[in-house]
């Protein structure tokens, strides 16, 4: 059977892992399985700006697919940055088979405020089906409420769900990697 894995880094907090893992179940359809705890990589660490680079976590990745996965996503709570950019949420290979989110910036205390952990687990799930989306084949949309509309802050995150609206959704079906799953259920909801 076809799997997505969620590979975390030793410190994400199972919480958390269970709010991604349901929400990739709930979003694309697919069994989920977590992949043992492991260290960021240390070839991705930039000790100048002290973050992580995020193409650098990709390549480890995607150097640990397991056979039966359909799509690995990492977790981690190392900051990232990409080139020409101060952090990243996450990044994807658009159409590859890894993805990756940082919650670094999806927690509260990040910005001086106190924890404030359904806050944290709402923001994971719409970052993971985000960068998964991605991954899938689908690109920004204009949707603001859409899980692919493009986050440059935590506010936008926040405006987000974590689903597709309508014709993400359609693009996601015809997605050659999803021929295997159900489509997805008719949502009331005349918002989108
Ligand atoms: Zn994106
Ligand atoms: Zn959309």
Redesign the pocket.
């Known amino acids: 059977m076809r799997r997505v894995y969620t590979a975390p880094d030793e410190r994400v907090e199972a919480v958390v892992l269970d709010a991604v893992e349901g929400a990739i179940g709930a979003c694309f359809g697919f069994p989920v399985r977590r992949l043992a705890r492991a260290l960021p990589p240390a070839v991705a660490w930039d000790e100048r700006r002290n973050q992580y680079e995020s193409s650098g976590f990709l390549r480890d990745l995607a150097a640990r697919i397991p056979l039966d996965a359909v799509r690995v996503l990492g977790v981690t709570e190392r900051d990232l940055f990409l080139p020409g950019l101060s952090f990243v949420f996450g990044q994807a290979i658009l159409g590859g088979r890894v993805a990756l989110i940082s919650i670094a910036r999806l927690q509260q205390a990040f910005y001086g405020f106190p924890p404030d952990l359904p806050l944290l687990l709402e923001r994971v799930r719409t970052e993971a089906v985000?960068e998964l989306g991605?991954t899938f084949g689908l690109v920004?949309c204009r949707d603001p409420l859409c899980m692919m509309s493009?986050s440059t802050d935590v506010t936008r995150v926040d405006a987000k769900r974590p689903q597709p609206c309508r014709t993400c959704a359609i693009l996601l079906h015809e997605s050659d990697d999803m021929v295997a799953v159900e489509p997805p259920s008719t949502r009331s909801g005349a918002d989108e």
């Open positions: 985000h991605h920004h493009l």
